[in-house]
Each structure stands twice: as structure tokens, then as C-alpha cells.
């Protein structure tokens, strides 16, 4: 297909969970506790309930200006009830080639769910995907969701996406689950699983969590949507760059490959800057013996999505080069610039070069695809 001579690959689009996706797809062992839609869906809401949880949770008044455009250049695509046609029709438009799909309203994220029940939710979610892709697989690839309430079953579940329904990620939320921290070696099986399969593990993080470490909670005595949504995409993806580099996670897995999504690139110079900094000075004391900087960690492994607008991403690839960014629409939520976003990001003040390993090598290097 390609756009402007650049193919294409979204590295993060998203769909909208049917109504009645668990309904369709729960173990019926679960069925009792299966999320359900807390009142008729709107054009571009859903909300659910799960074991009394409420999903989104409520936290101050959202973005009403970006629903009223959502609902109007949406309308076409909400129609068809975000099906696997009208998800084509939206990659057409925007001139991609591939996309990998993510979820839109994980309702995993209770740290009081019990591990088999949060990995039966994302059991459920996955075989979903896999008919939703089904249409047309050479252009839709799906991410497993995967739930750190247990490693050992999140490994196991991760082995089933991959080999039996042909995922090629895991996705999954970047915050610690009942206090266990991604570089906690409890989380090992499932780093090693995915170093073993050659998947990639991709953080994307979400606005309902119900875990006292989720950075949104501290404002839900006087919310803001503009505190909250500018804020806590990029903090939560800090700490778990912090995590995965600094505790040593890709050191014990040097072959890990892992994307950090969804919570913009501009501040990334300045962080391994930081992290640099502070391990030169503090590296006897660490319980995480690195035999490198944090800064080369990221540099080996990781990769960060730029946002279609994100002008500061000239000085990123400035101060870190060029391979390490990946590029998404973040189609069909209500804050993305769809239709326009590729057309967007191909105004940035950047070179040939770097848009084309943005919109294509370095995707295709992270997810393992040609």
C-alpha cells in the first residue's frame, strides 16, 4: 500500500471490545463473575463491570472535546460496531500496511482478582482476537494480553497465543500487580518465556488500574483528566524503563525484546540520563549487578512509540539516534488524530531516513516481521 513511498506498520492500534466478548468467550467456570456492560454502549463508550469493578473507573470528566469530534469522525466505524471489516476500511484510510492490535479496556487490572481468574479474562480476550485477525492475517497481527498476577501462568498463557492462535507480542500493563515489581525475579518465568518464544513484551499502560501503585489514584480525591491523562502514560512507562534496565531484567535476558507504548518518547533522553547518572554513583550498593549502563540496555533492546504530532521527537533522535522509536495511530480512541495521523507524523521536521525506520524497520525489528 504505502504512504508518500513509506509502508507502514502500526505498532499499537487498537479495537473496541464487543459487548458480548466475554459473554461469547469466558471459561463458563467464570461465568458468574463475567465483565458486562454497566449501560448501553454509546458510539465510543464502554463501560463494564467486573466482581463490582467498574471499568473505566471514574476519574474526573474524561476529554469531552475529543469524545464530540470521536463521535462524529467515528460514526461510520461505530456503526459496524468496530468489527474486523470496518478496523480494514480505518487501516485503508490511513495508509497502513500492518498493524498490530492492543486492547482497548483491560478489565484485568484489580490486584484483588485471583491469578487464575485475571488470567482467564485474558484467555478469553486472546481467543477473541484471533477470530477478530482472522479475516485477514497479513495485515492484522494481534498482542497477547497478559496479567502479572502470576508469571508462571501469564508464561503459560503467553506459550498458547504464540504457538496455537499466531500472536507475535505480549501486551501487557507497566505497573507492579500486589506490589510485585517487574524486576522482581518472581516475574522471571515470564521474561524467559518470551526471550524463548522471540516475542516481544509491550508496556502499555492504562487509566482504570485498581492498584494502590497506579499513578491516577492519587487524584481521585479531586480528579483531573488533564493531570491525570497528560501524566500518567509517560510516569508509568518511566518506572518500568527504570525496571527493566536498572533491575536487571535485560541483563538476565539479553535477547528480550521489549516496546514501551503510548506515553510519548520526549522525555527519554532525559531519563537514561538520570538513570545513568544515578547508577555511576550508586551501582556498588545494587542488588542488580549491571555490566552496563542503563542507557545501552535500552539502547540494545527497547524501543518507544512516538506520538503523530510529537514535534520534540527531532531532539530525541538528536540526543539518542533514530532505531529505537516505533510509530502508532492510536486509532480509534477519541484523542487520536485519526484520520490524519500518519499524514501528521510525515510533517515532522525529520529525515527521509528516520521516517522510514519509524514507520516500518524498527516496528518490524521489535515484533519480528518483514
Known amino acids: 500500500m504505502s504512504k508518500q513511498g513509506f509502508r507502514v506498520l502500526d505498532s499499537d492500534l487498537h479495537v473496541i471490545e464487543p459487548q458480548d466478548l466475554y459473554e461469547r468467550y469466558l471459561d463458563r467456570r467464570y461465568a458468574r463473575r463475567a465483565p458486562r456492560p454497566l449501560e448501553a454502549r454509546q458510539a465510543y463508550v464502554s463501560n463494564w463491570i467486573v466482581d463490582g469493578w467498574v471499568f473505566p473507573r471514574p476519574i474526573g470528566r474524561g476529554r469531552p472535546d475529543a469524545e464530540s469530534r470521536a463521535n462524529v469522525v467515528l460514526k461510520e466505524y461505530a456503526a459496524a460496531h468496530f468489527d474486523s471489516a470496518s478496523q480494514l476500511r480505518a487501516m485503508e484510510v490511513e495508509g497502513l500496511d500492518l498493524a498490530v492490535l492492543f486492547r482497548t479496556l483491560p478489565v484485568v487490572c484489580v490486584d484483588a482478582f485471583d491469578p487464575e481468574f485475571a488470567v482467564g479474562l485474558c484467555h478469553a480476550w486472546n481467543d477473541w482476537a484471533a477470530d477478530f485477525v482472522r479475516p485477514a492475517p497479513e495485515r492484522m497481527k494481534a498482542a497477547a494480553l497478559l496479567t502479572l498476577h502470576d508469571a508462571t501462568l501469564a508464561a503459560n498463557e503467553l506459550r498458547r497465543a504464540v504457538t496455537d492462535l499466531g500472536f507475535i507480542a505480549a501486551q501487557m500493563m507497566p505497573n507492579p500487580v500486589n506490589g510485585v515489581n517487574l524486576h522482581d525475579p518472581r516475574m522471571d518465568p ?88 544515578y547508577w555511576k554513583m550508586s551501582k556498588s550498593g545494587e542488588a542488580a549487578q549491571l555490566q552496563a549502563l542503563p542507557s545501552e540496555y535500552f539502547r540494545r533492546q527497547c524501543f518507544i512509540s512516538v506520538d503523530v504530532d510529537e514535534d520534540q521527537v527531532e531532539y530525541v533522535i538528536e540526543k539518542l539516534g533514530n532505531d529505537n522509536l516505533v510509530f502508532s495511530t492510536d486509532y480509534p480512541h477519541s484523542d487520536s488524530h485519526f484520520p490524519e495521523a500518519t499524514d501528521l507524523f510525515l510533517k515532522l521536521p525529520l529525515s527521509q531516513e528516520s521516517k522510514r525506520k519509524i514507520l516500518w524497520d524498527n516496528c518490524a525489528r521489535l515484533y519480528g516481521v518483514n
Open 190 to 277: 515470564l521474561w524467559a518465556e518470551a526471550e524463548r518464544l522471540g516475542v516481544p513484551i509491550c508496556f502499555h499502560p492504562a487509566p482504570n488500574n485498581y492498584s494502590d501503585t497506579h499513578f491516577v489514584n492519587r487524584f481521585l480525591t479531586r480528579p483531573s483528566a488533564t493531570i491525570t491523562g497528560g501524566l500518567n502514560n509517560p510516569i508509568e512507562l518511566m518506572s518500568a524503563i527504570a525496571s527493566m534496565t536498572v533491575g536487571g531484567v535485560l541483563e538476565r535476558f539479553p535477547r528480550l525484546r521489549v516496546g514501551f507504548l503510548e506515553g510519548n518518547c520526549s522525555w527519554l533522553p532525559w531519563l537514561l540520563w538520570r538513570l545513568d547518572e
